[in-house]
């Protein structure tokens, strides 16, 4: 039996059957608990510029660290019917999106090889718009180089280190560029459960 510790990441910037974003975002914490996760962590959600820039709303951003007795693949999968069950639509790569849950790393675990891990993390910026792994990369590929990721997960889990790099998040995060940092806030308070009604509900 699996005993693992899954790190990973909310987006969205699309209200789906909600008032706003960050009323999906409590919904899908919601059924990871329906579906055998155990939040044991949770960074504050952020406003970020849609990526690539002009591309949409501004998205809300969130990371956070889940607990739970399965494989690294059953948990992608779980994630992926929580994205289903919230709306979530596969149109356009880094398109609109009511939810995206990226599982960004299990562990310090490497994930299927060293060798496939390098090539998707230096794969170039043009193809990175076009191909997508057919299989589970741990850690993501992409965590590295995302403001909009590592600013709210050196909130939670600040040491945590790359197993190929060695770096911890602290490190990725002094390291980026700082326009990968500008525009990326704090959604200052917490939102009231009441307001995050489903539009039907509220509707009706």
Request: glycine share 8%.
């Amino acid at each position: 039996m699996y005993n693992s510790t899954f790190i990973f990441a909310l987006g969205g910037n699309l209200a789906g059957d909600f008032s706003r974003p960050d009323c999906v975002f409590r919904e899908a914490l919601h059924k990871c608990s329906d579906a055998g996760f155990t939040l044991q962590a949770l960074s504050r959600f952020y406003r970020s510029a849609a990526y690539p820039a002009s591309s949409g709303p501004d998205f809300v951003n969130a990371c956070g660290v889940l607990g739970g007795e399965m494989a690294p693949i059953d948990a992608l999968r779980a994630l992926h019917k929580i994205e289903d069950e919230l709306g979530r639509v596969r149109e356009k790569r880094w398109g609109a999106r009511v939810i995206d849950l990226d599982l960004l790393a299990v562990g310090h675990n490497v994930a299927p090889d060293i060798v496939t891990l390098r090539h998707w993390m230096e794969l170039p910026f043009e193809r990175q718009q076009i191909d997508t792994p057919q299989q589970l990369i741990l850690p993501h590929p992409r965590m590295t180089e995302r403001g909009f990721v590592l600013v709210p997960l050196a909130e939670i889990a600040p040491n945590w280190r790359h197993p190929l790099t060695g770096m911890t998040v602290i490190d990725m995060c002094d390291a980026l560029p700082p326009e990968q940092k500008t525009g990326l806030e704090p959604l200052h308070g917490l939102f009231p459960e009441q307001s995050c009604l489903a539009k039907s509900g509220a509707n009706a």
